[in-house]
Nanobody, 125 residues
Framework: QVQLIESGGGLVQAGDSLRLSCAAS????????MGWFRQAPGKEREFVAH????????SYANSVKGRFTISRDNAKNTVYLQMNSLKPEDTAVYYC??????????????????WGRGTQVTVSS
């Protein structure tokens, strides 16, 4: 398994931007599909975005499409989530996840075996 550590969360106002980073340990980062999920208080963890090993395929939840961008740098063992035009409903703990397989265009949390501890994103109105 790969070890994941998220960073970049914080408190921002609606309309602002944030970039989350997820640093992975190990030399096999490039062999993992990487994903971002989020969980708001009282809600289930939900899919946000994921990216294939070579960055050739990305997939997004409808709620973030056009505002969020997932990217990765395999040389730095890091995956990013650029979040623009943030809304109060984006408030959640954001988790980075990894899987050695391709989960399809709509990744489910159960498809991912490795998880970070999360970073809090709070968007005020």
């Amino acid at each position: 398994q790969v070890q994941l550590i998220e960073s970049g969360g914080g408190l921002v106002q609606a309309g602002d931007s944030l970039r989350l980073s997820c640093a992975a340990s190990g030399r096999t980062f490039g062999s993992y599909t990487m994903g971002w999920f989020r969980q708001a208080p009282g809600k289930e963890r939900e899919f946000v975005a994921h990216i294939s090993r070579s960055s050739s395929i990305t997939s997004y939840a409808n709620s973030v499409k056009g505002r969020f961008t997932i990217s990765r740098d395999n040389a730095k063992n890091t995956v990013y989530l650029q979040m623009n035009s943030l809304k109060p409903e984006d408030t959640a703990v954001y988790y980075c996840a990894a899987t050695p397989s391709w989960p399809g265009l709509r990744g489910a949390a159960g498809d991912f075996a490795s998880w970070g501890r999360g970073t809090q994103v709070t968007v005020s109105s």
